[in-house]
């Protein structure tokens, strides 16, 4: 092991995997440091979840080197299973119990638990502490599964698409949880569909597109880096609107207003959005 492995929670270098025909990873290189929110963006089968199950360590892979917590997934026991966090969507929980009783008895499946209590608290179910797990919502399912997930107290949480389905305000209420976990050190790892979520609660993100990394880094930086440049719009005489992309809007608009003697109609300037950003490095730009 490098030193420079035993400095980061995951440490992947050119990961691949293949599911007959299909590449669904090819090449993928992460360099993840402890403490950090982590994003893994991309589109429908860009291979976010293959990766994470290869992280989790239920995932054969057919190529690359893989390091979480100083361990290879594919080679690790139970010792470093209870320092990583898997939030399961399976409906894993029995649907009888109670909260508090479920989240008690997962307690036991640790060598060294956090309090049930603490963990209830932390996920904002302590109204629901004494209601049966089938009488859940969905946001507040999904929050019992996290409370399964951090029980035992790892290091570092592994979660794929924790938000499919939420409503903007389970949402936003979900990132809190994130963010209160985040400021307690542990590492996240998360995949999402969604670049609002990436944006807000990354430190940083690789996004991933059919199995490659096509760009990583801080999400403002990100930005900056790929989304240079603004798209001028304007109408002209003959009332075609018109558009065009340059790195050099000010020149551009002062060569319209050249050209039309003053005011230049309808006059628009954007500059990219990370959603752009994204788009354009996942290729999906004409499919919007
Ligand atoms: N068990 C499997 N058997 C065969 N092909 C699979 C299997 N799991 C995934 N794939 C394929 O591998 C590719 C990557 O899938 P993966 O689920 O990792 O992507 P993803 O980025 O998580 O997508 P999504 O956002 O839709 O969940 C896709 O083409 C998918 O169809």
Request: charge should be negative.
């Given at each position: ?27 993928v ?19 976010k ?5 290869i ?19 594919a080679?690790?026991g ?15 929980a ?5 909260v ?39 946001g ?24 499919t ?37 990354a430190?940083r ?25 603004a ?43 990370l ?14």
């Amino acid at each position: 092991m490098t030193a420079h492995t035993d400095e980061l929670a995951v440490d992947v270098r050119g990961l691949r995997k293949r599911y007959d025909e299909v590449t669904a990873v090819d090449g993928v290189d992460l360099a993840i440091r402890p403490g950090e929110v982590f994003g893994i963006l991309g589109p429908n089968g860009a291979g976010k979840s293959t990766t994470v199950e290869i992280l989790q360590g239920n995932r054969a892979r057919d190529g690359g080197d893989v390091t979480v917590l100083g361990t290879d997934p594919a080679a690790a026991g139970r010792a470093w299973r209870s320092r990583v966090g898997i939030v399961w969507q399976d409906e894993s929980a029995p649907a009888e119990l109670t909260v508090r009783e479920t989240v008690r008895h997962f307690a036991r499946y640790y060598p060294r638990p956090r309090d049930p209590e603490e963990v209830i608290a932390l996920v904002g179910l302590e109204e629901k502490a004494a209601r049966r797990v089938k009488g859940l919502s969905g946001g507040q399912r999904r929050r019992l599964d996290v409370a399964l997930g951090v029980i035992g107290g790892p290091e570092l949480l592994l979660l794929d698409e924790p938000t499919t389905g939420f409503d903007p305000a389970a949402r936003r209420q979900f990132w809190d949880l994130i963010r209160a976990l985040a400021d307690e050190g542990t590492t996240i790892v998360l995949t999402t569909h969604y670049l609002e979520e990436a944006e807000a609660l990354a430190h940083r993100l690789a996004v991933i597109a059919k199995g490659k990394v096509v760009a990583e880094g801080e999400p403002a930086a990100l930005r900056r880096r790929y989304g240079s440049g603004a798209t001028v719009e304007w109408t002209d005489r003959d009332g075609t609107p018109r558009g065009e992309h340059t790195e050099t809007p000010t020149r551009t608009v002062a060569d319209l207003t050249r050209r039309f003697g003053g005011e230049i109609p309808d006059l628009r300037i954007t500059r990219p959005t990370l959603e752009d950003v994204y788009l354009r490095l996942t290729g999906q730009e004409d499919t919007r």
